[in-house]
């Protein structure tokens, strides 16, 4: 079992930054591949980055590369996700998941464990 909370999310102008963390318990972090993911209203919930066991791997969607960044710091039983230069289709409740195993997975049907989500909204 994997538990997972969120923090981090906010109101933010279009052009701002925003770092969500995500702190894990239960299972040892370094043996989970970790993913960012986002549901907006109306919308079905969106893959936005992964990173795999060590963080030397990381994937994104085309919409967000440049712009977000996933880390993790395993020392501390966290992954973060660092979004710059924000626009107004990025508001979103942001979820991060955990899956073990040591790559990363891209559809959140490979994650069994989910945090409770964090609000982020860019206005215009």
């Known amino acids: 079992q994997v538990q997972l909370v969120e923090s981090g999310g906010g109101l933010v102008q279009a052009g701002g930054s925003l770092r969500l963390s995500c702190a894990a318990s239960?299972?040892?972090?370094?043996?989970?591949?970790m993913g960012w993911f986002r549901q907006a209203p109306g919308k079905e919930r969106e893959f936005v980055a992964a990173?795999?066991?060590?963080?030397?791997?990381?994937y994104y969607r085309d919409s967000v590369k440049g712009r977000f960044t996933i880390s993790r710091d395993n020392a501390k039983n966290t992954v973060y996700l660092q979004m710059n230069s924000l626009k107004p289709e990025d508001t979103a409740v942001y979820y991060c998941?955990?899956?073990?195993?040591?790559?990363?997975?891209?559809?959140?049907?490979?994650?069994?464990?989910w945090g409770q989500g964090t609000q982020v909204t860019v206005s215009s």
């Open positions: 998941a955990a899956a073990e195993g040591r790559f990363y997975y891209i559809s959140g049907y490979e994650y069994p464990y």
């Open positions: 239960g299972r040892t972090f370094s043996s989970v591949a």
């Open positions: 990173i795999n066991w060590s963080g030397g791997s990381t």
